[in-house]
């Protein structure tokens, strides 16, 4: 059987002139390995909004697909409807509407509390305008009372309009397989892509992993702590660990995978031609 998979990466604004053209420098490169598209981070509460669009309609200028991100947290319906407006005024055809974080300092999240209020307001707004990709959690979402509190959330996106999921990045392959027979068990058909995060540095992982409740298993956070300040052996060990996990990922039946890139192409690359994509 012949899976038509979806490969994808994803950026975040650049703050400066000089990160505008890093970032043109790395898409560049990842372009000629022909993605599906292209997502674009939404800072908390909007904060990136202005650089999203640019960044996204500069994607869109070189011909290629982009899927800006959208988090409703700290948004009100009326400037989310602003935003779709914009995106469907400049031919932009696929999102990824999330919650977000709420800005520090910020008490009230707006009138959306969920990411399934997001995507049945955007279906409401313009019907079937848009692909909707949505957050999925393997290893559950860190504010999840249960597993079937989480389960139970998914399944509410999906329900209110979702085309298809990426997951939060993971490294044991069981807890994404596991998600999504649990899924398929509730009914669930659209294609679950996991989240991939090459290893290049380990402080920066290691906080990521802690605020996003992504896992990081022990005998990996130790080979890294050994490594001390060697990056190159941090980065080899790293290649070697992304690699094998993403190939079990597409050899049990993966839809693809959608690449956590940091803005930079050098990993992502390297996994891909060991995968031999």
């Not at 908390?44 to 999203?52: E, F, L, M, N, P």
């Not at 709420?102 to 692909?131: C, H, K």
């Not at 290049?200 to 080979?223: H, M, V």
């Not at 490594?227 to 693809?256: K, S």
């Amino acid at each position: 059987m012949n899976i038509q998979r979806t490969f994808s990466f994803e950026f975040f604004p650049p703050k400066t002139s000089e990160g505008v053209e890093k970032l043109r420098a790395t898409r560049k490169q990842l372009a000629q390995f022909k993605p599906e598209f292209f997502s674009c981070t939404f800072g908390a509460g909007g904060s990136t909004r202005d650089r999203t669009l640019e960044t996204v309609l500069e994607i869109q200028g070189e011909g290629l697909a982009a899927a800006p991100h959208l988090s409703c947290v700290g948004s009100t319906k009326e400037n989310i409807r602003e935003i779709l407006n914009t995106y469907k005024s400049h031919g932009i055809r696929h999102i990824v509407a999330l919650r977000g974080d709420l800005p520090s300092g910020m008490a009230e999240t707006g009138e959306f509390r969920y990411a399934n209020e997001l995507v049945e307001f955007i279906r409401q707004e313009t019907g079937d305008w848009f692909r909707i990709e949505v957050a999925a959690y393997p290893e559950f979402h860190p504010q999840a009372k249960s597993a079937q509190d989480d389960l139970n959330a998914f399944v509410r996106k999906v329900q209110a309009g979702a085309s298809a999921a990426i997951t939060q990045y993971f490294y044991n392959a069981d807890a994404y397989f596991r998600f999504v027979d649990d899924c398929q068990a509730l009914g669930v058909q659209i294609p679950i892509v996991p989240g991939i995060m090459p290893i290049t540095n380990s402080t920066q992982l290691a906080r990521f992993s802690d605020a996003c409740g992504a896992e990081i298993p022990r005998w990996i956070r130790k080979r890294l702590e050994g490594y001390g300040d060697d990056l190159d052996a941090i980065r080899a060990f790293g290649l070697d660990v992304v690699t094998d996990l993403c190939d079990r990922l597409l050899q049990g039946g993966a839809p693809g995978l959608h690449f956590y890139t940091l803005n930079q192409a050098g990993s992502t690359s390297t996994i891909w031609q060991r995968l031999g994509l």
